[in-house]
Nanobody, 127 residues
Framework: VQLQAFGGGLVQAGGSLRLSCAASGRTSSKFHMGWFRQAPGKEREFVAAVRWYDGNTYIAPSVEGRFTISRANANDTVFLQMNSLKREDTALYYC?????????????????????WGQGTLVTVSS
């Protein structure tokens, strides 16, 4: 499975961006896909995840109410809509995927549970 993320850029605080991640290869309805981010000098942080089977989502408290994750099954793409961006949202954003072997497995924020990773896309929020 290959993941390609895009959509990052420079945005002013309070603005919006939408990140996309396209999956190719042996995708499955038993996939979970997620977004993580890593700011300079900080640990990688979970942002959001979506269950491919039914669109169930899990959003990190730090971004809940501002970010939403969704998927487009038709073209194996996951989106991260980021609104009301803050300077502390500045980071390299990575998409990730895991094959669970089950349709309804609970979503996880643990990075080491995700086997497939895309390249990062940089989001910079200016004041």
């Amino acid at each position: 499975v290959q993941l390609q993320a895009f959509g990052g850029g420079l945005v002013q605080a309070g603005g919006s961006l939408r990140l996309s991640c396209a999956a190719s290869g042996r995708t499955s309805s038993k996939f979970h896909m997620g977004w993580f981010r890593q700011a300079p000098g900080k640990e990688r942080e979970f942002v959001a995840a979506v269950r491919w089977y039914d669109g169930n989502t899990y959003i990190a408290p730090s971004v809940e109410g501002r970010f939403t994750i969704s998927r487009a099954n038709a073209n194996d793409t996951v989106f991260l809509q980021m609104n009301s961006l803050k300077r502390e949202d500045t980071a390299l954003y990575y998409c990730a995927a895991r094959y669970t072997g089950a349709l309804r497995l609970t979503l996880t924020k643990e990075a080491n549970s995700y086997k497939y990773w895309g390249q990062g896309t940089l989001v910079t929020v200016s004041s």
